[in-house]
């Protein structure tokens, strides 16, 4: 059963970089695409952008500027940073398996993580 | 367009079907998938492609489509369905995810 599991600071200061890793266990990261998205609180579900095990990614056009996706298939982890944050970037992140070739399925999930904007 | 487009609630009777749906222009070219997200819980797909539900996903979860519109029907609704329901699809023009925003899902 492949699981996932985002790390990184919950509190993060107004203009600084966001940086999240994602870990994945029970299954290779090669192989497959991975995604994160995110979740502000009590609204919807959004798309920050993917990566596949080779290393291209594709971003969402909102965010494009300020987001970096990188795997790092020897440790089965891949991470984002997200530059210039404001309140706006408060969210719950999620970490996700991309699922087959249409590159929207998302599979498996992490249990996400609530990262704060704030000074 | 890049949006998809979701109504925001919708309440059904228990035991009774209940049909969610999500409009988009991308959604005539692209089968939606179906998310079910419950209170503090990740996002789980409960239907991808034509009509295809991930292992251990109930029969009475189904999909389909109609011109730029996607539906998600539950079959004889059950109290653990409440939940929060999100479709997603690609964009049209490029390689870029869409998600609605989201419908809540009363079971009376």
């Known amino acids: 059963q492949v699981q996932l599991q985002e790390s990184g600071p919950g509190l993060v200061k107004p203009s600084e970089t966001l940086s999240l890793t994602c870990s994945v266990s029970g299954g290779s990261i090669s192989s497959y695409y991975w995604s994160w998205v995110r979740q502000p609180p009590g609204k919807g579900l959004e798309w920050i952008g993917y990566?596949?095990?080779?290393?291209?990614?594709n971003y969402n056009p909102s965010l494009k500027s300020r987001v970096t996706i990188s795997i790092d298939t020897s440790k089965n982890q891949f991470s984002m940073k997200l530059s210039s944050v404001t309140a706006a970037d408060t969210a719950n992140y999620y970490c996700?398996?991309?699922?087959?070739?249409?590159?929207?399925?998302?599979?498996?999930w992490g249990q996400g993580i609530l990262v704060t904007v704030s000074s | 367009s890049s949006e998809l487009t979701q109504d925001p609630a919708v309440s059904v009777a228990l035991g009774q079907t209940v049909r969610i749906t999500c409009q988009g222009d991308?959604?005539?070219?692209?089968?939606a998938s179906w998310y079910q997200q419950k209170p503090g819980q990740a996002p789980a797909l409960v239907i991808y492609g034509k009509n295809n539900r991930p292992s251990g996903i109930p029969d009475r979860f189904s999909g389909s489509s109609s011109g730029n519109t996607a539906f998600l029907t539950i079959t004889g609704a059950q109290a653990e369905d409440e939940a929060d329901y999100y479709c997603?699809?690609?964009?049209?023009?490029?390689?870029?995810?869409?998600f609605g925003g989201g419908t809540k899902l009363t079971v009376l």
């Open positions: 996700a398996r991309v699922s087959g070739s249409r590159l929207y399925d998302f599979d498996y």
């Open positions: 991308s959604l005539r070219r692209f089968y």
């Open positions: 990566i596949h095990y080779s290393g291209s990614t």
């Open positions: 997603n699809s690609r964009a049209t023009s490029d390689v870029h995810v869409l």
